[in-house]
């Protein structure tokens, strides 16, 4: 009898110890994922912060760039640099033929004209003289510098060819081809070529975006909280607007989107694509979430308080105004920052209200079409090209840094100026 | 023009504030006591300033272009055109006075365009004088009217009052905007489109309905087994299936071990570090899971034999499962730390294991308040756009193979939706009609899980 209470007993307690690690491993599990997340992220991204340069020599030949002698800053930025360019590249390899000259070309970006100009135009004494150029190498040599092309593929199945490669590589060994920081990344707009696509505009698409949503939802969420948690009497009519403040927090983002597509667009008729109407609808989505931070930070500061000023003489909207506003801010301000954040991140509305279309100009306004940084990263892991893949990680790199810092700052808003009650 | 007005209104509101308060001074310096604070003998005196003229100005902003078009389209009144062509000819009208039309351009129009012009103008310079001259009248009168007997600290608290008032129905004014950007467009579907075929047809196939020419009557018949959306319910569901697969163990289990195992420096980091994972955008996790797990997948499937789709359920699903784990393990966590202290008590004073606790006293006890978390999550399973559009297929199979592709009601409103609509088209309705059918499904599951979750707050606190 003995016996069997200690094995019931021992069963018991193995039971418990199997509990517990059911336990522990959901916790690992969880913690593992994240781990494989972000090293993989990081792991394709961080190369997009280096590019390839190729270094050329160019001669700056004043007769094929059809320029007269002496000539002023005007003819320099009008003169013709597509075949100094042009015969540049096709310099690299003196016996190549007509083909082979287009391949060299190929191996640098489109903007290998516009780089070379530049360079003149900082020193207009270069005329007639050879010097080396930086030039931006084609995404797929980028990625082979990198390592990331499979370069024992057959030639028929990838778009470098063995003739380039070959060039390649004897620059590589001459030291003519250099990888330095990727600031384009950061300063140019969307581009087809994957070599200059750069953030900029889905950058200034996304704060646009959400200064509007900020501008919007900020007052009018406070205002409605303070309502709410202050003056509304108990009734129904508060209650339904309670329900359904709550509801929409849980509405998918994608109705949001059909709302913005069928009343924003289609009934008031504003422009399309614009960060306009990208944070009208992402402000409504923002709404509960301000809305119930507003509250709960409302809710937290002490009745001692509103009596206090209530024994003073100050009226309701006084005591509201004066003391139980400005106290609930930090935890006010703390939800509209994380409120933000997720605005930030979000990608399905602003896809149903066209700001997926190309866009190859850096928008100025809210009112210019653009695009925004989720976005951006779904448009360029819908291309098939190999430089994008980087390309993607290191838009989701830049985009969880901002998440980061948003949260970190709702953190410190929170624990350093929060009142603690007691 | 209206910034400068609009500007204009905003800093006459501010000198009215300065007037307001000053002569409560004036009337304070002679001895007289005043029966509000100074400053809201300004606010009230703002408030007439720029409250009627605001009125006025967002009146005219909504009826202008309606008289200006009655008037201009007065001239063609009688020359027995259509409504359309009547249309067609205020718009070349307006191209025209910016400068940006393109064709023939006939006397007429060129006359109207220059009616048009001078209308416009003749609006703008009277929208002025009528806005300035009502606050010059108003202030006035408030001006006037302000002593120190008046009552202004009443009136401007009301005015307030009625300002948040407002503004909370915000959220009842987007709900109503929801259900109206919904429902006309799915009416308009609906009668193309059989309700029955809707949502017991087994076809979906609309790019079918692209092919149609637009200049062409509709024809009913043309959509049979075009908007048949069993693939697609039958898709959302199966993928919401697996993510809670995944979510509601890992997610009920960490939640479990959180609130009752781990030490207070175990929950201090694990805690805001699984929540992470609900702060990353949803777009990444779509990126992840077809670069990463779908090829990984299909690459496993593929030495064991099977034939794996790279877009397969199970990659959409599994990763949304990943991003569901954090709803999950913090709500559950939160139910659990509420189960009061006296049933634990209870129950191990019994002899019983924390384990044995757990499952039995705090878990039935916590149920429903689970329950609602998990609920939840389905709804954001459900809800969930990228994480489909991107790892999961686009082509709408009925299947119950998590290693085929499926479409799911998300995916298809995006795709659907992506580039140009023409509204009036029944295919971008039938986009309009599933966000109908998802909006009233997750609202359903919001109400009831939000329902649940309070009625058991309620029972302990």
């Known amino acids: ?422 | 023009m209206n910034l400068i007005l609009f500007t204009f209104i905003v800093l006459l509101g501010f000198t009215s504030y300065y007037f307001g308060r000053r002569k409560a001074y004036t009337i304070q310096s002679t001895n007289k006591r005043l029966t509000a604070l100074p400053q809201f003998y300004g606010y009230y005196l703002a408030i007439w300033c720029a409250i009627p003229a605001f009125i006025i100005f967002s009146l005219w902003a909504i009826f202008e272009p309606t008289i200006v078009k009655l008037l201009i389209l007065s001239d063609y009144s009688n020359q027995g055109y259509l409504d359309d062509e009547l249309n067609l000819i205020y718009e070349k009208t307006k191209a025209l006075s910016r400068g940006q039309f393109t064709g023939e351009i006939t006397p007429f129009i060129e006359a109207s365009a220059e009616k048009y012009l001078s209308l416009r103008s003749i609006a703008q310079s009277s929208k002025a004088v009528i806005v300035l001259s009502i606050i010059i009248a108003s202030v006035a009168y408030a001006y006037k009217k302000i002593s120190s007997n008046s009552k202004t600290r009443e009136p401007v608290e009301k005015f307030f009052k009625a300002v948040l008032f407002t503004a909370s129905l915000a959220a009842i004014l987007t709900t109503v905007g929801i259900v109206f950007s919904l429902i006309f467009q799915t009416i308009d579907f609906f009668k193309v489109i059989p309700l029955f075929d809707f949502v017991f047809g087994t076809h979906w196939y609309p790019a079918k309905a692209f092919v149609r020419d637009s200049s062409e009557a509709l024809d009913p018949t043309m959509y049979s087994d075009t908007f048949g959306a069993v693939p697609i319910f039958a898709g959302t569901f199966f993928i919401a299936f697996i993510a809670m697969c995944v979510a509601i163990p890992i997610g009920l289990m960490s939640g479990i071990y959180l609130a009752e195992y781990a030490s207070v420096k175990v929950r201090q980091y694990a805690k805001p570090l699984i929540e992470i994972l609900a702060g990353i955008p949803t777009v990444v996790y779509g990126f992840f899971a077809a670069l990463t797990v779908g090829p990984f997948l299909k690459e496993i499937g593929n030495s064991m034999g099977l034939d794996v789709s790279a877009e397969s359920a199970l990659a959409a699903g599994g990763v949304m499962g990943i991003m569901i784990i954090p709803f999950i393990s913090s709500l559950s966590d939160d139910v659990i730390t509420s189960v009061p202290q006296s049933l634990r008590d209870g129950s191990y004073a019994m002899g019983a294991t924390k384990s044995e606790t757990i499952k039995k006293v705090i878990f039935p006890a916590a149920l429903p308040g689970i329950v609602g978390s998990i609920l939840l999550g389905v709804s954001r399973a459900i809800g969930e756009t990228m994480i489909v559009v991107m790892a999961s297929g686009l082509a709408a199979n009925l299947t119950l193979n998590p290693l085929e592709s499926t479409s799911t009601i998300t995916a298809q409103i995006v795709v659907i939706l992506i580039g140009d609509q023409a509204f009036g088209d029944p295919k971008t309705q039938a986009a309009f009609a599933l966000g109908m059918s998802l909006f009233l499904v997750t609202l359903c599951l919001n109400i009831v899980a939000l329902r649940v979750v309070k009625k058991y707050r309620e029972k302990y606190e």
């Open chain 1, 1 to 422: 009898m003995n016996k069997n209470k200690e094995q019931l007993l021992n069963k018991r307690y193995k039971a418990e110890k199997r509990f517990r690690l059911y336990g522990q491993s959901a916790i690992f599990m969880a913690l593992l994922f994240l781990t494989i997340f972000i090293f993989k992220i990081f792991s394709t991204g961080y190369s997009a912060f280096q590019k390839t340069w190729l270094i050329v020599p160019v001669t700056f030949d004043a007769e094929l760039m059809m320029l007269e002698q002496n000539p002023s800053k005007e003819d320099l930025k009008d003169a013709d640099y597509y075949d100094i360019a042009l015969k540049s590249m096709a310099d690299l390899d003196p016996n190549a033929n007509e083909d082979q000259e287009n391949e060299l070309k190929r191996m640098v970006s489109y903007f290998f004209e516009r780089e070379i100009k530049r360079e003149l135009l900082n020193d207009p004494s270069l005329i007639g003289k050879t010097k080396d150029v930086y030039l931006t190498a084609s995404d797929d040599l980028d990625q082979v510098f990198k390592g990331n092309y499979p370069r024992d593929l057959p030639e028929d199945q990838r778009r470098v060819t063995d003739y380039q490669l070959k060039i390649f590589d004897q620059l590589v060994e001459l030291g003519k081809v250099e990888s330095k920081f990727n600031l384009s990344f950061f300063t140019y707009p969307d581009s087809r070529e994957a070599e200059l696509a750069g953030i900029a505009s889905s950058f200034m698409g996304s704060i646009f975006s959400i200064l509007v949503c900020l501008m919007i939802a900020f007052p009018v969420a406070v205002l409605a909280a303070i309502y709410l948690e202050e003056f509304a009497p108990k009734n129904r009519f508060t209650d339904f607007i309670e329900v359904n403040i709550n509801n929409l927090a849980a509405v998918p983002s994608i109705v949001f989107g059909l709302l913005g597509l069928g009343i924003l667009l289609a009934v008031f008729q504003l422009p399309r694509s614009t960060p306009l109407v990208g944070g009208i609808t992402l402000s409504l989505m923002t709404l509960p979430t301000i809305i119930i931070a507003c509250r709960a930070s409302l809710k937290a500061v002490p009745p001692s308080i509103r009596e206090a000023a209530l024994a003073m003489g100050a009226s309701k909207m006084q005591t509201t105004m004066h003391h139980t506003v400005p106290l609930s801010m930090p935890g006010t301000l703390s939800g509209t920052i994380i409120g933000l954040a997720q605005a930030l991140g979000e990608t399905a509305p602003l896809i149903l209200i066209g700001m997926v279309a190309f866009v190859n100009t850096i928008p100025g306004s809210p009112l210019d079409p653009a695009a925004s940084l989720p976005v951006q990263i779904y448009i360029w892991a819908e291309s098939a090209e190999r430089g994008f893949v980087e390309k993607v990680s290191a838009c989701i790199m830049v985009l969880l840094g901002f998440l980061i810092i948003m949260n970190l700052f709702a953190q410190i808003i929170r624990h350093k100026f929060e009142k603690k009650w007691s």
